[in-house]
């Protein structure tokens, strides 16, 4: 029986670069442990990381790396990050708002992810 859940990576060409934008726009922390090819983050409830693609996956060759699943971030203030994001130059996507989870907005994450911050 599959109880929810329980990991979320993003397949990403330059694994370093990809983190240090999490850890630097986001403000994630590493997890102590991780496989190789790959950084995890001390997330919660559910761990997150960037890694290397799987075998057989062309990043090249796709329009937008992750069409059709929603990724979605908790923020302490999500238009506060919106504004600091804005303000580094990081592509908005879709502009704060309030929806069914409290203030939110979409920005393009490394390699043109689409990721959604929430704050409800």
């Known amino acids: 029986m599959v109880t929810g859940p329980d990991f979320a990576a993003l397949q990403v060409r330059e694994v370093e670069k990809a983190a240090r934008f999490f ?3 986001l ?3 590493r997890a102590p442990a991780a496989p190789p090819g790959a950084v995890v983050f001390a997330t ?12 057989g996956l062309d990043l090249d060759a796709i329009e937008r790396p992750g069409a059709g699943i929603a990724l979605w971030f908790r923020a ?6 919106h504004d600091r994001l804005a303000a580094a130059g990081v592509p908005v996507l879709r502009a704060p708002e309030n929806g069914p ?3 939110m907005f979409t920005f393009a994450g490394p390699e043109g992810y689409a990721l959604t911050v929430h704050d409800g």
């Open 76 to 81: 302490d203030d999500a238009q506060a990050l």
């Open 27 to 29: 403000g994630l922390t």
């Open 44 to 55: 919660e409830p559910i761990p997150f990381a960037v890694r290397e693609p799987l075998p």
């Open 23 to 25: 850890e630097e726009h």
């Open 101 to 103: 989870f409290g203030r």
